[in-house]
């Protein structure tokens, strides 16, 4: 009863934090504005917007109601589709509303199951969820649970992620049951994770990883084969979708992507690349421009892509790996940029008949990537640019300081959290940039902007549990002995026969 009560209380403060961010108990609900992307998700569960034009794209809120209509024949493969599809059984019309509680409450399910499993070390062990659970408490990224972009699963299955590899880093091998919840928890959360959106793959990776390495029971050989099933197992589940995803990028979106990677990225960071991408000299005067709000007609060159996408993206590859210094300084714009977590150009108030729409380019990126003079000035924007770095050290430094410090089991699972996390942020943020060069980079960096504040999180709660348990092992003052005039005399009473 006191691991179930612990574990209860722990499930209700998560769905209480995230109700409350995201509006849902009184006030405005918190969303965020579609901006194109999310008509892909929700058509596919058979839904339009309450609106005049039957859109919800660019109109200056956040669209809530939903009437039913038949699906769409190619949506995207996501995740999200199905959430929608679960939040709206039985409704009609449809409020995002119901998506936001969904969402909460599967917050609130993951935090109940991580909890149980760390109760097992004491009541208070539940607490080391909150580097992971306290970001959730942020506008900034729950006010995705209310829309209809492909995000929304894959911040669950990164918080799931996290508590998984918490409770799997704070309990011993013995402890069988609560090691196999957090394998579940960490297999299930990466898996989500790539269902939501393939760009998210390394968040499976890092969760593969983690199930590749735990060791469950004591016996000599079974204990190190239940990981490492499950990460097969979990491995093989994951090929298929991601392999729809790609596909459905290709076909779906042909040539954008690269056009974005070569035009905003390598010929912005490695002026005169036009020939070595197989591009026209006149190229570089469109560098920095992305594939919208404007369109390729304009960029010279843009026929020579969109007619071998796949040449030009591993050119640009190319381009980057012979300079390295543009690959970092790519990589670390990236890293600068999950600063603007916040997305200010996508509203987050509900949209009403007389909200006047939003011009399209706008809306649509803002100033992360529709052109290179708006890019450079939003990234030069931020008040410590350096704080992503800092946090990246710090996270990798505490991975690398556990590999060795294994006596103390809070540092050990905080620090594994904060490493892990950092490792999987940094991953993203290749990923995104890489991909999709600098356009709408806040965006696509946004699941790594969360990972780094539960990194940063979980980094201190480690070095503060690394001093409390230094000061502890301290040996006491001794205690100073009298001196042998000033001994006290004991006379024993005499036995006589």
């Avoid at 919800?56 to 589709?81: E, I, K, N, Y």
Wanted: net charge neutral; proline share 8%; charged share 15%.
């Amino acid at each position: 009863m006191r691991r179930l009560t612990s574990a209860t209380c722990a499930a209700l403060l998560a769905l209480l934090g995230c109700a409350l961010a995201m509006g849902l108990l009184g006030g405005t609900p918190t969303g965020i504005a579609d901006n194109g992307d999310g008509s892909r998700v929700y058509c596919g569960a058979g839904l339009v917007p309450q609106t005049p034009t039957g859109r919800a794209a660019w109109l200056g809120g956040v669209v809530f109601d939903f009437d039913r209509t038949a699906p769409c024949a190619d949506p995207q493969p996501s995740a999200a589709v199905w959430a929608l599809r679960l939040a709206g059984a039985g409704q009609d019309p449809f409020s995002l509303t119901r998506l936001g509680w969904l969402y909460a409450l599967g917050v609130a399910l993951v935090t109940a199951a991580a909890a149980w499993a760390l109760s097992r070390r004491g009541g208070w062990w539940p607490l080391l969820l909150l580097p992971a659970a306290a970001p959730l408490a942020n506008q900034d990224f729950v006010r995705f649970f209310l829309s209809t972009f492909a995000e929304p699963p894959g911040l669950l299955g990164t918080y799931a992620v996290l508590c998984g590899t918490i409770a799997i880093a704070a309990t011993s091998p013995a402890h069988r049951p609560e090691r196999v919840v957090g394998l579940v928890l960490t297999a299930g959360g990466g898996v989500l994770a790539v269902l939501a959106k393939v760009s998210f793959l390394p968040v499976l990776g890092i969760a593969l990883l983690v199930c590749l390495l735990t060791v469950v029971g004591t016996h000599r050989w079974r204990r190190l084969l239940t990981g490492p099933a499950v990460a097969v197992a979990v491995g093989l589940l994951a090929v298929g979708p991601v392999t729809r995803a790609l596909d459905w990028q290709e076909v779906s979106y042909p040539g954008v992507n690269s056009f974005n990677l070569a035009y905003t990225l390598v010929l912005t960071e490695v002026p005169g690349s036009a020939a070595e991408l197989g591009l026209p000299e006149a190229a570089q005067d469109y560098a920095g421009n992305g594939y919208y709000p404007n369109g390729p007609e304009a960029a010279p060159g843009a026929p020579v892509v969109l007619a071998d996408p796949a040449a030009v993206r591993g050119a640009s590859w190319a381009v980057l790996m012979t300079n390295p210094g543009a690959l970092l300084r790519a990589l670390g714009n990236g890293l600068i940029a999950t600063e603007g977590r916040e997305l200010d150009y996508l509203a987050d108030y509900p949209w009403e008949p007389g909200n006047r729409p939003l011009p399209v380019g706008k809306a649509l990126s803002g100033a992360q990537g529709a052109d290179p003079v708006s890019f450079r000035g939003w990234l030069g924007g931020f008040v410590v640019p350096w704080k992503p770095f800092a946090v990246a050290g710090l996270g990798l430094l505490l991975g690398l300081v556990t590999l060795f410090v294994r006596r103390h089991p809070v540092v050990l699972a905080l620090g594994r959290a904060a490493g892990l996390a950092t490792v999987t942020a940094l991953g993203l943020v290749g990923l995104a940039v890489l991909g999709d060069g600098y356009f709408e980079v806040a965006k696509h960096v946004w699941l790594a902007a969360y990972l780094l504040d539960a990194a940063m999180l979980a980094g201190v709660g480690a070095l503060l549990a690394l001093v409390v348990s230094l000061v502890r092992r301290r040996p006491a003052d001794p205690v100073p002995l009298p001196d042998h005039d000033d001994a006290p005399t004991v006379e024993f009473p005499r036995v006589t026969a």
